[in-house]
C-alpha cells in the first residue's frame, strides 16, 4: 500500500468532536481523581496528541512520564511482535498510576503495560485511550476510560501513524484496505 494523500482518506472523527469529547473526559478524570496526585504515563509515539490536549484539561496535580512500545507494523496494517521499552520509566510504587495509549484493538500492548506497572506496586492503576476497537478485544480487557469507540478499520491522524506518517493531522481518518 502507498502513501495516499490526506485529502483522499475518509474523516472518522473531527477534530472538533475530539475536543469536545477530550473535555468530558478530563472532566470525568478530575472528578475521579479528586484530591489525589497522578502519574499519567504514556505510550510512546501515537500517544503524544492525545495526551497534550487531555491534560491541559487536567485540574489535579500531574506528574508526566513516558515508556516505548511499538508493533512494528511499518507499511503494514497488521501488528507484528511488541516491543517494549521502560528504560525511561521511574519506579511508581505508591503513586496513582494513570496509563495513556492512542488506541486499544486487540488490548496486547495494555495488557502488558499493567503487567509491568502492577509489579512495581503502584497505590492505583488505570488506563485510558482515545480510541477503542471494541470487536477486537483479545485480552478481555478493557480501558478504563475511552474517547470513541470505532469499528476495526485502520486510523491515522491526531497522533496515529501509518508507516510513520499522517501522526500531523489534525483529526482522525480512515486508511482504505
Ligand atoms: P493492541 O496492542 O491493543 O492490539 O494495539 C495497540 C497499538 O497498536 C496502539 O498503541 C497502536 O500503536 C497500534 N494500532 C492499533 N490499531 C491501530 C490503528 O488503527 N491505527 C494505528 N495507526 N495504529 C494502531
Ligand atoms: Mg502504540
Do not use: C
Request: avoid cysteine; aromatic fraction near 8%.
Amino acid at each position: 500500500m502507498d502513501h495516499p494523500p490526506a485529502e483522499q482518506l475518509d474523516v472518522l472523527l473531527t477534530r472538533e468532536r475530539i475536543d469536545s469529547r477530550l473535555r468530558d473526559l478530563a472532566a470525568t478524570i478530575n472528578n475521579d481523581y479528586a484530591g489525589r496526585e497522578v502519574v499519567v504515563v504514556g505510550i510512546m509515539s501515537g500517544v503524544v496528541v492525545f495526551l497534550s490536549d487531555l491534560i491541559r484539561g487536567l485540574e489535579i496535580p500531574v506528574r508526566l512520564e513516558f515508556l516505548n512500545a511499538s508493533s512494528y507494523r511499518g507499511a503494514s496494517t497488521s501488528a507484528g511482535e511488541l516491543a517494549v521499552d521502560i528504560s525511561g520509566l521511574p519506579v511508581l510504587t505508591g503513586q496513582h498510576v494513570l496509563l495513556l495509549d492512542d488506541i486499544f484493538d486487540t488490548g496486547h500492548t495494555l495488557n502488558r503495560m499493567i503487567g509491568i506497572i502492577s509489579a512495581m506496586q503502584p497505590a492505583s492503576l488505570q488506563s485510558a485511550v482515545l480510541l477503542w476497537k471494541t470487536e477486537r478485544n483479545e485480552t478481555g480487557l478493557s480501558p478504563d476510560y475511552f474517547g470513541f469507540e470505532i469499528p476495526n478499520k485502520f486510523v491515522v491522524g491526531y497522533g496515529l501513524d501509518y508507516d510513520g506518517l499522517y501522526r500531523n493531522l489534525p483529526d482522525v481518518r480512515v486508511i482504505p484496505e
